[in-house]
């Protein structure tokens, strides 16, 4: 085990957070747009975690120097398949022949709610990085 | 007592090994708690321990060189292991990270570290003690 490799493992978890709240920011921006580069509204994205030691490379080099708890990483941004939401606005330029528009799948209760968690989440790992930091300092007191 | 001067403080660092350990595995465990399927780990390492230095250790005999021994019955050869918990989760990701726990935890073994810090200290001192009484 390397001697500071655990701020790396918190270190981890605040970039995995930071993420998901630049993604959710993303689609609370978006929330009303109706145009975007394909002709559709912009479609809710969602960030996917993964265990940075799931892949065969980190597990093999886990099991040779018997360290590297690896953290979290993102492993991919998604975008919500579920459906568009409708609106009756003829006047709108985007609205269909029907009169109607479709606007984003993005639900802003939804997004605060994930804001608040990632928040949170973000925090702990804060904490963690504190307390990791804190035994390192201590360690240097040793013999003296 | 010659014969192992720092026998003691090897103790203590045992316990500190632990105790790093212990800290690393609880940051990935915090890092991860909002990863789909991830299961929490953590640390075996003072039941063992105490076992052992009260000779009460039990461990698997091996009768060929290729034997792979577990468990530990003295003192030296305890290490610190990481157990995952694959206990079925209450959150509907299957994962089974209890962040209050862990940071509860986390608080533990932060204490825990600095009072081995200490006590390799004290170890230290009162061989400085020993060395310069004259």
């Known amino acids: 085990m390397s001697f500071l490799s655990g701020m790396d493992i918190s270190a981890s978890g605040l970039t995995a957070q930071r993420m998901r709240m630049d993604v959710i920011s993303e689609n609370i921006a978006n929330i009303d747009t109706t145009r975007t580069e394909d002709g559709n ?51 709108n330029p985007d609205a269909g022949a029907d009169g109607y528009v479709r606007l984003p799948n993005v639900d802003l209760n939804q997004e605060m709610v994930d804001l608040m968690a990632a928040y949170r989440s973000y925090e702990a790992n804060v904490t963690a990085f504190g307390a990791y930091k804190d035994m390192a300092a201590k360690t240097f007191e040793i013999g003296t | 007592m010659w014969d192992n001067l720092f026998g003691s403080v090897d103790l203590v660092k045992k316990g500190m090994d632990a105790s790093w350990l212990r800290n690393e595995v609880i940051s990935n465990n915090i890092a991860n708690a909002d990863t789909v399927g991830f299961k929490a780990s953590e640390v075996e390492f003072e039941s063992v321990f105490a076992d052992a230095l009260k000779g009460e250790g039990v461990s698997l005999a091996t009768t060929n060189d290729r034997h792979i021994s577990a468990g530990a019955s003295d003192v030296e050869s305890v290490t610190p292991q990481v157990v995952t918990d694959t206990d079925d989760s209450l959150r509907y990701d299957g994962n089974n990270v209890d962040v209050e726990s862990e940071m509860a935890e986390m608080a533990k073994n932060t204490i825990a570290y600095y009072a081995l810090v200490s006590k390799a200290n004290s170890e230290f001192k009162k061989l400085d003690t020993a060395i310069n009484v004259t």
């Open chain 1, 41 to 91: 509204p912009y479609t809710r994205k969602y960030v996917v975690l993964e265990d940075r030691n799931s892949d065969f490379a980190s597990v093999l080099q886990k099991s040779r120097d018997g360290s590297a708890y690896g953290g979290v990483r993102v492993a991919e941004i998604g975008e919500d398949p579920s459906d568009y939401k409708l609106k009756y606005d003829p006047t």
